[in-house]
């Protein structure tokens, strides 16, 4: 899945951190509520989002937990780059605190924008050597039953992510 979006000329890297940084204090409250994601790897996570997001790359990310028989999620946050009027800049946080995650497993889940798909395979090489890590391709997870609360979003200088959360029953 791949969407498109066109950021400002005028967003730069320290915007897109900006924007991550609030990802990330959302992924450390996760930590403290449920044990993870590890924190040493809330920074990677951040600046994935943020090269990404500066580029026009990034379509949407998941994070949460899914129970990996099914491969369907329990607590899902997921942002979706995006411009425009349509943008919040809100305050991290208002997670779900009381989900029953016993036997659900942390995940991370990244869709590229059209813009990525339009490169090359070389660009695109490029781009994945500059991120921290390196992801693997895998299927989304599902959500079947379940709520899903929108709202929230982060934003800096015309670009940013809107994020929904989904809490299966």
């Known amino acids: 899945m791949t969407g498109s979006y066109t950021r400002s000329s005028s967003f730069t890297i320290t915007d897109a951190r ?5 990802i990330g ?8 509520y449920y044990g993870t ?15 990404l997001l500066r580029d026009g790359y990034l379509d ?3 994070y949460g937990f899914r129970d990996s028989t099914t491969h369907t999620w329990k607590l899902r946050l997921r942002y979706k780059a995006t411009t425009g009027g349509q943008l919040t800049d809100s305050r991290p946080g208002t997670l ?5 995650l016993t ?5 991370s889940y990244l869709t590229y924008s059209t813009a990525y798909t339009a490169l090359t395979a070389g660009e695109k090489d490029a781009v994945k050597a500059n991120l921290p890590f390196s992801r693997t391709t895998a299927d989304a997870p599902t959500a079947l039953s379940g709520t899903t609360t929108t709202g929230n979003g982060y934003a800096r200088n015309g670009a940013g992510v809107s994020r929904d959360i989904y809490l299966a029953y």
Do not use: H, Q, S
């Not at 900006?18 to 609030?22: L, T």
């Not at 204090?25 to 403290?32: E, K, P, T, V, Y």
């Not at 036997?103 to 995940?107: L, M, R, S």
């Open 96 to 100: 779900p605190r009381a989900a029953e």
């Open 25 to 32: 204090a959302d992924l450390r409250l996760l930590n403290n």
């Open 18 to 22: 900006y924007v991550g940084a609030k």
């Open 103 to 107: 036997g659900y497993t942390f995940y």
């Open 60 to 62: 949407t990310v998941d």
């Open 37 to 51: 994601p590890a924190l040493d790897t809330i920074d990677n996570y951040v600046e994935e989002v943020a090269l």
